[in-house]
């Protein structure tokens, strides 16, 4: 069965650095890696997917994430945080070849402090 | 294209009733999904469509949920008897997919729901 971890429940990071939050990856097959915001009492903004390519996806808002098979990875990045950026973020992988479905990470909270 | 659109956005409900949520996909968009939401966790699958068929349906989705998308447009997900364990964030996501495509899924503001 496919499966997304998200190894870290917060990541803090003062503005105007980089971030980096961590999704590590399971499937069998072919893996779509896909990563969502989501900022309180909201619902999810699509942020970025790999599918196939580039191993450096760009998306919106300036963020990007890099696709590493060989460690079964895709990070989210960006090279100067915004205070703006804090929120919830999730990593998601679609359910293998015969389904759309999405199988969500249980998320990070990035926290950019001032 | 105004987005998805869920209502309403809010719900309080006492055990035992009935409740029933709505979601408007973006127009033209062929596919609509429902997921909750619990506190602290990831959106987790409960079912999806392709125009009005319902392909597929979460083992989670217990004998009390049902959901309908009658003209391929809207669709509606309706919790019978609802328990406590139901309280959540329902989120709706529509996308335009192809056979063969990775679709983008673009989510709704959700409907979160309280049963007392």
């Known amino acids: 069965a496919q499966s997304v971890a998200q190894p870290e429940d917060q990541v803090n990071v003062a503005e105007g650095n980089p971030l980096t939050v961590k999704c590590t990856y399971s499937?069998?097959?072919?893996?779509?890696l896909f990563w969502y915001v989501q900022y309180p009492n909201r619902g999810l903004q699509f942020l970025l997917k790999y599918i196939t390519g580039d191993n450096l996806v760009k998306g919106s808002y300036g963020f990007e994430a890099e696709f590493n098979k060989s460690q079964t990875s895709f990070h989210l990045k960006k090279p100067s945080a915004l205070v703006s950026d804090s929120a919830l973020y999730f990593c998601?992988?679609?359910?293998?070849?015969?389904?759309?479905?999405?199988?969500f990470g249980s998320g990070t909270r990035l926290l950019v402090r001032p | 294209d105004t987005g998805v659109s869920q209502n309403p956005r809010h719900k309080i409900t006492k055990r035992g009733q009935n409740v029933t949520f709505r979601c408007d996909p973006i127009s033209e968009h062929n596919r609509l999904y429902w997921y909750r939401q619990t506190l602290g966790q990831g959106p987790e699958f409960l079912t999806y469509?392709?125009?009005?068929?319902?392909?597929?349906k979460s083992r989670l989705l217990s004998d009390r949920f049902s959901a309908e998308r009658p003209k391929g447009s809207f669709s509606t997900l309706e919790i019978q008897r609802t328990e406590q364990g139901d309280s959540a964030m329902y989120l709706c996501?529509?996308?335009?997919?192809?056979?063969?495509?990775?679709?983008?899924?673009?989510f709704g503001p959700g409907t979160r729901l309280t049963v007392l």
């Open positions: 996501a529509s996308s335009w997919g192809e056979l063969g495509n990775t679709d983008t899924q673009y």
């Open positions: 469509f392709q125009n009005e068929a319902q392909l597929e």
């Open positions: 499937v069998s097959g072919n893996p779509y």
């Open positions: 998601a992988v679609r359910d293998g070849d015969s389904s759309y479905k999405l199988i």
